[in-house]
């Protein structure tokens, strides 16, 4: 019988990545490309490597994938930046939103 070679060729990414793979944590082991409901992924033809995003535009940010994976900081979720939740702090003139880098701490401070 013949071996049939076939080939996935990604779409190309938007400005924003929907879902961000650490290849030193991910082992590859495609638990993301099963529970994925709109099927973004495909598994990778090399073993050990994270999974291919087939279609990143697909995506629902609905994160099976992300509860799926057994290890973590694999796989994250990257959510577009009006989707983010922004605040600020009274008294201060910076702002903050849900997912950022070294969020500040929690206010403690009881409300007056």
Known sequence: MEE???YARP???SATR???FDPE???GCNKCVNV???DVFIPNPEKGNPPIILHPDECWYC???VDAC????AITLNYPLMWRVPWKRKGSDKHYWYGMKNPPPPNTKPMP
């Open 4 to 6: 049939k070679i076939i």
């Open 11 to 13: 779409n190309p990414t």
């Open 18 to 20: 929907p879902v961000v």
């Open 25 to 27: 944590i991910c082992t």
């Open 36 to 38: 994925c409901q709109t």
């Open 63 to 65: 994160g099976p994938c």
């Open 70 to 73: 057994t290890k973590d900081g």
